[in-house]
């Protein structure tokens, strides 16, 4: 099996917009990766998703991936973004959207 | 935990306002845990600095604690003026126990 951080790297790097969160947009199982999919979802354009529960050595790695140690982690264009704390701020200026229609353009 | 969130925050960021909030009941964890918290924090340390270097700052702060007893940490990252410009006044502060007499 490849290292987890290429792994993790070729997630990121593959996809213009991901989430990784606990659960799938579907079907989440935290709160706060719930509302962040759903801001997600609410930008209209297709994103790709991790569940993060479904693969412990994603969960126990990917925050020294990127310096993070929370879940649910976005990362547009191969760059952490933030958690929902920063996606919500974000929403709520209207820049999440901005940024998702950038990156998938 | 508050306590020592508190503390580790004020000794790196001497923050203008700080408000630790033990949100653990919201969640499906024992009565009483200490798991999930809700941290405020206005600091001019974050002046000029992108909302992901702002977080990193705190989550630096509190390494221990996100690796160990932390599950989950809200975090509200604001310098003074935003804090102004979000419209939320300054608390009162409370009565001390004087009387109108």
Known sequence: MADVMDRIDEHVKNNPVI?????????PQCGFSS?????LKSCGKEFAYFNVIADMEVFQNLPRYAD???FPQLYVKGELVGGHDIMLEMHEK???????????? | MQ?????????ALSPEHLEVINESHMHNVPEGSESHFKVVIVSDEFKGKMPVARHRLVNKA???????????????TLTMEEWFEKGKAPESPPCEGGGKN
């Open chain 1, 19 to 27: 989430i990784f969160m606990k659960g799938t947009p579907q079907l």
């Open chain 1, 35 to 39: 509302r962040a999919a759903e801001m």
């Open chain 1, 68 to 70: 993070w140690p929370t």
């Open chain 1, 94 to 105: 209207g820049e999440l959207k901005k940024l998702v229609d950038e990156a998938t353009g």
């Open chain 2, 3 to 11: 306590q020592t969130i508190t503390s580790k925050l004020e000794q």
């Open chain 2, 62 to 76: 509190l390494e221990q604690e996100l690796k160990g007893a932390i599950h989950a940490l809200a975090l509200h």
